[in-house]
């Protein structure tokens, strides 16, 4: 099955910079890639997406980029604010099964 | 999107009982998803519930602990069976539509 792996595990920077979260997956055969957020004791909320067919997409200060060969996948927030301070899990999806995989999930905190 | 509910949002039971949650959907959705995810950790499938068919339960999850109902197609039940306290955790129903896929509040459940 698929297996997805998210890096760091946790991540502070300073508000107005930007931050960056890394996921690798395993599956040549996963197609597309969701990107969701978390805050305590709140669901998981998606922020942006991304298919295969696609290397970049970008909604805001959100942007997200896929490199098929090397299977990874990334996501970007720039000018960073404190309400962006979540945790934030990739996930996987293989167009042979209809389940998603999720990173292990990222704590970002802005510091003001 | 998709709006979703869940029943309870949370509950405190005794060891040895059973909960039953409910996930209701404001649409008519082929695929849902039931996780776990406990305190700082990632979303775990338990298993995946398709209206008129048996749920597809995960690699360590079985059919016994966790009985999941899918009368129609806005509507699932799992049952959290014969509970330990290795059971507390957040519950969270999950839908998928137009191939994205959106979480209910989540039930939180503290066994003692």
């Known amino acids: 099955g698929e297996n997805v792996e998210q890096h760091p595990s946790t991540l502070s920077v300073q508000e107005g910079d930007s931050a960056v979260i890394k996921c690798t997956y395993s599956d040549s055969a996963s197609n597309y890639f969701p990107w969701y957020k978390q805050e305590l004791g709140k669901r998981p909320q998606l922020i942006i997406d991304i298919r295969s067919n696609v290397g970049e997409k970008k909604d805001q200060r959100i942007a997200v980029t896929l490199n098929k060969t090397a299977k990874h996948f990334s996501l970007h927030i720039t000018e960073t604010q404190p309400e962006d301070s979540a945790v934030y899990f990739c996930?996987?999806?293989?167009?042979?099964?209809?389940?998603?995989?999720f990173g292990t999930g990222t704590s970002l905190t802005v510091i003001p | 999107s998709a709006v979703i509910s869940q029943k309870p949002s949370r509950d405190i039971c005794q060891r040895g009982t059973s909960l039953t949650i409910q996930c209701q959907v404001d649409?008519?959705?082929?695929?849902m998803f039931w996780y776990r995810q406990q305190p700082g950790q990632s979303l775990t499938l338990i298993a995946t519930a398709n209206q008129g068919s048996e749920a597809t339960y995960e690699s360590g999850f079985v059919i016994d602990k966790f009985p999941i109902s899918r009368p129609n197609l806005t509507f699932s039940t799992l049952t959290v069976s014969n509970m330990s306290p290795e059971d507390s955790s957040i519950y969270l129903c999950?839908?998928?539509?137009?191939?994205?896929?959106?979480f209910g509040p989540g039930t939180r459940l503290t066994v003692l």
């Open positions: 996930a996987a999806r293989s167009n042979t099964g209809n389940q998603f995989y």
């Open positions: 999950s839908v998928e539509t137009l191939g994205t896929q959106y």
């Open positions: 649409s008519q959705v082929t695929m």
